[in-house]
């Protein structure tokens, strides 16, 4: 069973930075593309980037909005994937959402961020 | 502002046959699959069709999916009082370089 947990959530405040965790399971993750997605509170869902396997490349790729504050990484020997944010700000608010592959297939159940001051 | 349309809200009574519309363009949908998820508040997605229109194992029959030139549409046959949920399509956008998704349609069961 496919199995994504998320962890790393929080209250944080405007230009502070936030790492997210994503352990996968159930799955051969070195073959996976992993992305992430977030929901603003009340709002549709958003994709915010996904790296693909290494064996694809490793090529990252980032949704606009965040492009140059977040960073997406993978740790194969882990099966993890981190999502770090940098210079936060209040329109990040929401729940992060790890998935798979992209478009995903597989999601975790979220971690909520709240950017405020 | 999305860049593949959905009505914001849908309805219909138990029985009926519902259809939610996703409009894309020829960057997206027009040359890849589309996806379609529903979504209880407070709980995350869950695919119901994946590549236009397969379902995965556990999805029921009375949810389908269908894709045409940029745009796709997910059907709900029979339909029931736990449809009631958010339902949002997706696909790929070769311009952007990124996912994008549909804004959501809430679908009410009169």
């Known amino acids: 069973e496919v199995q994504l947990v998320e962890s790393g959530g929080g209250l944080v405040k405007p230009g502070k930075s936030l790492r997210l965790s994503c352990a996968a399971s159930?799955?051969?993750?070195?073959?996976?593309?992993m992305s992430w997605v977030r929901q603003a509170p009340g709002k549709g869902l958003e994709w915010v980037g996904r790296?693909?396997?290494?064996?694809?490349?490793?090529?990252?790729a980032y949704a606009a909005p965040v492009k140059g504050r977040f960073t997406i990484s993978r740790d194969d020997s882990k099966n993890m994937v981190y999502l770090e944010m940098n210079s936060l700000q209040t329109d990040d608010t929401a729940v992060y959402f790890c998935?798979?592959?992209?478009?995903?297939?597989?999601w975790g159940q979220g971690t909520l961020v709240i950017v405020s001051s | 502002q999305s860049v593949l349309t959905q009505p914001p809200s849908a309805s219909g009574t138990p029985g009926q046959r519902v259809t939610i519309s996703c409009s894309g363009s020829s960057s997206n949908i027009g040359v890849n699959y589309v996806y379609w998820y529903q979504q209880f508040p407070g709980t995350a997605p869950k695919v119901l069709i994946w590549?236009?229109?397969q379902r995965p194992p556990g999805v029921p029959d009375r949810f389908s999916g269908s894709k045409s030139g940029t745009s796709a549409s997910l059907t709900i046959s029979g339909l029931r009082s736990e449809d009631e949920a958010d339902y949002y399509c997706t696909a790929w956008d070769d311009s952007l370089r990124g996912a994008v998704f549909g804004g959501g349609t809430q679908l009410t069961v009169l």
């Open positions: 790296i693909k396997s290494e064996t694809d490349g490793g090529t990252i």
């Open positions: 159930g799955f051969i993750f070195n073959d996976a593309w």
């Open positions: 998935a798979t592959p992209t478009p995903p297939r597989y």
């Open positions: 590549r236009n229109n």
